[in-house]
């Protein structure tokens, strides 16, 4: 996912990581199914029997040669292998990470993530956990520790030291973590109606991991192995060898082709939003009168828009990394629903010990030319409402930082950069600290979450605002997804520019920074223009389907254009 570790953090020298106990691989080529019928594989039988007998949990993997092969083909062709992507049940449940850098650069790596042993989800403070999900999809247990306390000891049972040779998401668990999750640690007790109906977070851990590495055209397939009293080592690394061998079959499998749909008519109707223009605009109102009276400087209000989609959630992944290619793309099938995003932010990483967080704030189009891109640029750079709510989220970002770091250890490495994006430019501060002893991933991302960019400032305040004039539980919007190492690092996005689909409609949620002197039907139609990525990719996604070609028409309702 971490598009931008595109500069040879593999692993190597890391501390806690091993070699791979074999010698260097010679890699699978994916030329046809008699290519698959052997494979070189790490570690060596008998080095994986030590580490087994030694109870250490291990991953087992190979190298294959991936110059034809795309991280959407392969996801295509693993899923397809097993049950529907958008069927339920553990071998329903998969994870595709992409990135983009600069609208441009396909970021190093991107990681498919598939056939779970454990799912973790929580709702309303409470946590439950099936640890049998390949077998028993459904059989979820109530978790008796606290929500967070829960999620430490899923993510202990989880760690293994990953050879050198591997990036940091070669194993570990993945997913999301959603916006209410704040409440575990803050008392936010106004709680607004949840009319979606998905779980606050959910978590898988893959038993199969893909990893694209684009500067090498290499595809790495690993499997997670942790020692079993019942099991001898012998079966079980016969089994880890057999889930490799079912990958790389897969992978020499033609794509496949969706069903042919019939229908010439299909559409996505105009989106509706969950709240009407008039009500918003007195939102914004209500907001600047709490500005005036000194209890925040700024608030982001949101709304949700919904329309119908009938096509798969991929078909819209599909469409959305094209058109809106951004340095957080995810696709999350997770049973009854799936996440789409193209995020364009960090919310909170850990690498090396060392935790990052990268605030955005501050936006101006692209231009038709590099002349006027750094014409725009410089106006931008010089907008002083632009400059002041950058400054108010970088001294709240290095605040964040702080919490968690060693004294003095705090730092802004970069300050008000200009980051260029497929359509957009951002304001784009850079701040890292040294994570204190004692202190873990969990205690990183809890720091700064939610992003200060989804909330305003004071952050506490300013959510207890969004309870009272948002309509509805923000969901996933304003959480995180990403993954937390098996060897305890994390890297999370901000849940933006996401669409989470479920029973054949799209949900796509967005908001405006509130200030004292924002101009209220400025920032209703900031709300549709941030919705636009999605509304494009959803017609896209029915255009293409539907061979249509046949301009869109996309608006908003009665507050602004989605054109």
């Given at each position: 996912?971490?598009?931008?570790?595109?500069?040879?953090?593999?692993?190597?020298?890391?501390?806690?990581?091993?070699?791979?106990?074999?010698?260097?691989?010679?890699?699978?080529?994916?030329?046809?199914?008699?290519?698959?019928?052997?494979?070189?594989?790490?570690?060596?039988?008998?080095?994986?029997?030590?580490?087994?007998?030694?109870?250490?949990?291990?991953?087992?993997?190979?190298?294959?040669?991936?110059?034809?092969?795309?991280?959407?083909?392969?996801?295509?062709?693993?899923?397809?292998?097993?049950?529907?992507?958008?069927?339920?049940?553990?071998?329903?449940?998969?994870?595709?990470?992409?990135?983009?850098?600069?609208?441009?650069?396909?970021?190093?790596?991107?990681?498919?993530?598939?056939?779970?042993?454990?799912?973790?989800?929580?709702?309303?403070?409470?946590?439950?956990?099936?640890?049998?999900?390949?077998?028993?999809?459904?059989?979820?247990?109530?978790?008796?520790?606290?929500?967070?306390?829960?999620?430490?000891?899923?993510?202990?049972?989880?760690?293994?030291?990953?050879?050198?040779?591997?990036?940091?998401?070669?194993?570990?668990?993945?997913?999301?973590?959603?916006?209410?999750?704040?409440?575990?640690?803050?008392?936010?007790?106004?709680?607004?109606?949840?009319?979606?109906?998905?779980?606050?977070?959910?978590?898988?851990?893959?038993?199969?991991?893909?990893?694209?590495?684009?500067?090498?055209?290499?595809?790495?397939?690993?499997?997670?192995?942790?020692?079993?009293?019942?099991?001898?080592?012998?079966?079980?690394?016969?089994?880890?060898?057999?889930?490799?061998?079912?990958?790389?079959?897969?992978?020499?499998?033609?794509?496949?082709?969706?069903?042919?749909?019939?229908?010439?008519?299909?559409?996505?109707?105009?989106?509706?939003?969950?709240?009407?223009?008039?009500d918003y605009l007195s939102m914004v109102a209500r907001a600047k009168d709490y500005i005036l009276a000194g209890d925040i400087f700024q608030v982001v209000l949101s709304q949700r828009f919904t329309a119908p989609f009938a096509l798969p959630s991929l078909a819209l992944y599909r469409s959305l990394r094209r058109?809106?290619?951004?340095?957080?793309?995810?696709?999350?099938?997770?049973?009854?629903?799936?996440?789409?995003?193209?995020?364009?932010?960090?919310?909170?990483?850990?690498?090396?010990?060392?935790?990052?967080?990268?605030?955005?704030?501050?936006?101006?189009?692209?231009?038709?030319?590099?002349?006027?891109?750094?014409?725009?640029?410089?106006?931008?750079?010089?907008?002083?409402?632009?400059?002041?709510?950058?400054?108010?989220?970088?001294?709240?970002?290095?605040?964040?930082?702080?919490?968690?770091?060693?004294?003095?250890?705090?730092?802004?490495?970069?300050?008000?950069?200009?980051?260029?994006?497929?359509?957009?430019?951002?304001?784009?501060?850079?701040?890292?600290?040294?994570?204190?002893?004692?202190?873990?991933?969990?205690?990183?991302?809890?720091?700064?979450?939610?992003?200060?960019?989804?909330?305003?400032?004071?952050?506490?305040?300013?959510?207890?605002?969004?309870?009272?004039?948002?309509?509805?539980?923000?969901?996933?919007?304003?959480?995180?997804?990403?993954?937390?190492?098996?060897?305890?690092?994390?890297?999370?996005?901000?849940?933006?520019?996401?669409?989470?689909?479920?029973?054949?409609?799209?949900?796509?949620?967005?908001?405006?920074?509130?200030?004292?002197?924002?101009?209220?039907?400025?920032?209703?139609?900031?709300?549709?223009?941030?919705?636009?990525?999605?509304?494009?990719?959803?017609?896209?996604?029915?255009?293409?389907?539907?061979?249509?070609?046949?301009?869109?028409?996309?608006?908003?309702?009665?507050?602004?254009?989605?054109?």
């Amino acid at each position: 996912m971490d598009g931008r570790s595109g500069d040879g953090r593999s692993g190597e020298g890391r501390s806690g990581r091993k070699g791979g106990g074999a010698k260097a691989l010679q890699g699978a080529s994916l030329l046809g199914p008699s290519q698959s019928s052997a494979f070189d594989a790490a570690p060596t039988e008998d080095v994986f029997a030590r580490r087994y007998a030694n109870g250490e949990a291990q991953v087992v993997w190979t190298r294959l040669v991936a110059d034809l092969e795309t991280p959407v083909s392969a996801y295509l062709k693993l899923t397809a292998s097993r049950k529907s992507a958008e069927a339920g049940g553990a071998a329903g449940l998969s994870i595709l990470l992409e990135s983009v850098e600069g609208g441009s650069t396909r970021g190093r790596y991107s990681v498919i993530g598939l056939e779970p042993d454990i799912v973790w989800r929580a709702h309303g403070g409470k946590a439950e956990i099936n640890s049998a999900a390949i077998k028993k999809p459904n059989t979820f247990r109530p978790e008796k520790a606290s929500t967070l306390a829960s999620l430490r000891s899923l993510l202990a049972q989880s760690r293994l030291d990953l050879p050198t040779e591997l990036p940091p998401m070669a194993a570990g668990v993945f997913g999301y973590l959603g916006y209410d999750t704040i409440r575990l640690v803050e008392n936010l007790t106004s709680v607004p109606p949840d009319d979606l109906g998905v779980p606050d977070s959910v978590l898988m851990r893959p038993t199969l991991v893909v990893i694209f590495d684009s500067v090498k055209d290499e595809m790495t397939v690993v499997t997670p192995v942790r020692p079993d009293a019942k099991v001898p080592a012998a079966k079980a690394h016969k089994a880890a060898l057999k889930r490799l061998k079912s990958a790389i079959d897969a992978l020499d499998a033609p794509v496949p082709h969706g069903a042919d749909i019939k229908s010439r008519t299909l559409t996505v109707p105009d989106p509706v939003s969950n709240t009407p223009p008039a009500d918003y605009l007195s939102m914004v109102a209500r907001a600047k009168d709490y500005i005036l009276a000194g209890d925040i400087f700024q608030v982001v209000l949101s709304q949700r828009f919904t329309a119908p989609f009938a096509l798969p959630s991929l078909a819209l992944y599909r469409s959305l990394r094209r058109l809106n290619p951004s340095p957080f793309l995810f696709h999350l099938a997770l049973g009854s629903f799936s996440l789409v995003g193209s995020s364009p932010e960090i919310l909170v990483r850990v690498r090396g010990g060392e935790v990052t967080i990268r605030p955005i704030a501050g936006t101006a189009r692209r231009g038709t030319d590099e002349a006027e891109d750094q014409a725009l640029a410089a106006a931008l750079l010089q907008d002083p409402k632009e400059r002041a709510e950058h400054l108010m989220l970088l001294d709240l970002g290095r605040n964040d930082v702080g919490r968690v770091a060693e004294i003095g250890s705090v730092a802004v490495t970069q300050r008000f950069i200009i980051e260029r994006y497929s359509h957009v430019m951002h304001i784009v501060s850079n701040v890292i600290g040294r994570l204190k002893s004692g202190y873990d991933a969990i205690d990183a991302l809890m720091a700064g979450f939610p992003a200060g960019t989804v909330t305003g400032a004071p952050k506490v305040r300013a959510m207890e605002v969004i309870d009272e004039l948002e309509r509805s539980k923000r969901g996933p919007y304003g959480g995180a997804v990403g993954y937390f190492s098996a060897d305890g690092e994390m890297d999370t996005c901000i849940v933006l520019r996401t669409a989470l689909v479920k029973d054949g409609f799209i949900h796509v949620q967005s908001g405006a920074g509130v200030v004292h002197d924002s101009i209220a039907e400025n920032e209703q139609q900031e709300c549709i223009n941030k919705a636009k990525a999605i509304v494009r990719a959803a017609e896209e996604a029915v255009r293409f389907a539907t061979k249509s070609r046949a301009p869109g028409r996309w608006r908003g309702d009665n507050g602004g254009s989605f054109k």
